[in-house]
Every structure is written in C-alpha cells, then in structure tokens.
C-alpha cells in the first residue's frame, strides 16, 4: 500500500491536539485507501520547513507596497511570486464556509485512539493514519 509523508507547521499546537483533524483526515485517508504519515514542527521550528525558509520571502515581497483592496488583488499579487531558480507560485481560492465550534465527542476520540499509531518518538508530533476498510 502506497504512503505518503505530510509536514505541517501552521498552527501545528493547535492542529496537532486536534482530533477533529485527525479524523478528518482518516476519512481522507479511507476515501483515497493511502497511509500517511504526519509529522508536525514543534512551536518556534518553521525555520527548519524548505517551503518557509526558501519561498515566503519571495511572496512577501511579491505583496510589498500594494493595497489587498479586493482578493482577486490579492491572488494576483500572490501569483507573480517568484525564486530566481524558477518556483512559482499557485494560487487558488476555496469558496467554502468551514464549519467552526465542532467538538470531538468521545466516541471520535476512541475511534482516533484505535486507528490513529502514534509513533514511538515524539508521538505527540509524529503519527501515521491507516485506511480503516468497513466490512
């Protein structure tokens, strides 16, 4: 079975105690029928993300001096980011209204315990989601 290997930052403290996060992404995870394995940045370790380091210059300053007026602006700005080496930008808007205030009920939170293997270093950070095939 193919895995795939995830890293994630933004908000990693709050995301990483999230078990609505998690079974959202356990139902990815049975939707697609791939493990992934996650592993999140500790607080105050985003300099070790590539993605941070490299390219997040180049899109602040692709956004310096104009005003976010509108969002297509914005997007437009975004998109004419650029490194010297060629890496683009992709811009894509999500016309969505998320959900907020759902909680975990307990029932989620056992099902996480079940499916969900905490890895045996830093398992608080580091965890991998198996697909759980209904019989």
Same mark, same amino acid.
């Given at each position: ?23 959202? !992404? ?6 697609? *029928?791939?493990?992934? #394995?996650?592993? @999140?940045? &500790? ?6 993300? $590539?993605?941070? #380091?490299?390219?997040?210059?180049? /899109?602040?300053? /692709?956004?310096? *001096?104009? !005003?976010?007026?509108? !969002? ?14 060629? !890496? ?16 975990? &009920? ?7 315990? /079940?499916?969900?293997?905490? @890895?045996? $270093? ?7 989601? #198996? ?5």
């Amino acid at each position: 079975m193919p895995t795939r290997f995830y890293c994630w930052s933004i908000a990693a403290v709050a995301i990483r105690r999230q078990n609505i996060f998690k079974d959202d !992404l356990q139902q990815v995870v049975n939707r697609i *029928g791939v493990v992934i #394995r996650v592993a @999140h940045y &500790p607080s105050y370790c985003s300099k070790y993300n $590539l993605i941070e #380091r490299r390219f997040f210059s180049h /899109a602040s300053r /692709a956004c310096i *001096g104009p !005003l976010f007026d509108t !969002l297509s602006r914005a997007v437009e700005l975004m998109r004419k980011a650029k490194t010297s080496t060629g !890496l683009r930008s992709t811009v894509n808007v999500i016309n969505r209204i998320y959900e907020t205030g759902r909680n975990a &009920p307990e029932a989620m939170k056992e099902t996480i315990r /079940a499916t969900v293997l905490f @890895h045996e $270093l830093l398992p608080k950070w580091n965890y991998t989601i #198996r697909p759980k095939f209904e019989q």
